[in-house]
């Protein structure tokens, strides 16, 4: 009986061992993000754009209403499955130059791309078309 217990005691170990070792983060290949962006939310009548450039550059603009409210700009990577911004200016001067923001990349192909944000909201960000541009 004893053995019976010290071995069920052993597999559920080694079973939880096994479920809490850290899933291996998808790679994705960053420069499908080089380019313009837009997410809308129409129901909050938000629109966000990005502006991802080679050099790891990237602006941003966020619009409510039709009006622009706030610009950004840093660098960005994309570093163990997350999309990394590093703040540089803030046209509201509210966040600190050099700090950082995460969200993770859930997916990215050449028209689309999602985030986990990390409020936890889920948001797709479509490629701007030349046409649809500022």
């Known amino acids: 009986m004893k053995r019976l217990l010290l071995c069920l005691l052993w597999f559920s170990l080694a079973a939880t061992v096994h479920a809490t ?19 809308v939310d129409e129901e909050a009548k938000v629109e966000a754009r990005y502006v991802f450039r080679a050099d790891q550059s990237y602006t941003s603009e966020l619009w409510r209403d039709g009006e622009l409210a706030r ?3 840093g ?52 490629r701007v078309k030349e046409d649809e541009a500022r």
């Open 21 to 39: 070792e850290p899933e291996t983060a998808p790679a994705f290949d960053q420069t499908k993000l080089v380019g313009e962006w837009r997410y």
């Open 71 to 73: 610009k950004f700009e």
């Open 75 to 126: 660098t960005w990577a994309v570093e163990e499955g997350m999309l990394v911004y590093t703040y540089l200016k803030d046209s509201m001067d509210q966040i600190q130059t050099g700090a950082r923001e995460r969200d993770r990349l859930l997916r990215i192909d050449e028209s689309s791309y999602s985030i986990q944000a990390g409020d936890g909201g889920t948001r797709t960000y479509f």
